[in-house]
């Protein structure tokens, strides 16, 4: 089984840019589709950015398109977020999750077989 190790996050104005990233143990990442999700207390969890197995490929929410980048090093079982231009909307407590299948459908994070990493807190103030 993966365990999912998160870093980064914290607080910035908006504007600002901030870097998420988790590092696997326990098994390689390569044969999973990674993802990033986030959460507002009270809120329902909501899909933020994913990549395919290789990298080559990368989805992402309609409000965080353009602003952010998810990137993935199989070599260093390494999945990565740069946050730009942040908003204070973006504000929420973000997972690293991975998922055992090749398919987006659902995207990682998105079914009860996936796993989590313990969440960072991004905030963002005006």
């Known amino acids: 089984q993966i365990q999912l190790v998160q870093s980064g996050g914290g607080l910035v104005q908006a504007g600002g840019s901030l870097r998420l990233s988790c590092a696997a143990s326990?098994?390689?990442?390569?044969?999973?589709?990674m993802g990033w999700i986030r959460q507002v207390l009270g809120k329902e969890r909501e899909f933020v950015a994913a990549?395919?197995?290789?990298?080559?490929?990368?989805y992402y929410e309609d409000s965080v398109k353009g602003r952010f980048t998810i990137t993935r090093d199989n070599a260093e079982d390494t999945v990565s977020q740069q946050m730009n231009s942040l908003k204070p909307t973006d504000t929420a407590v973000y997972y690293c999750?991975?998922?055992?299948?090749?398919?987006?459908?659902?995207?990682?994070?998105?079914?009860?077989?996936?796993?989590w990493g313990e969440g960072s807190q991004v905030t963002v103030s005006e």
């Open positions: 326990g098994r390689t990442l390569s044969s999973s589709t």
């Open positions: 990549v395919s197995l290789t990298g080559a490929t990368a």
């Open positions: 999750a991975a998922a055992i299948r090749t398919t987006m459908n659902p995207y990682p994070g998105g079914s009860a077989d996936d796993c």
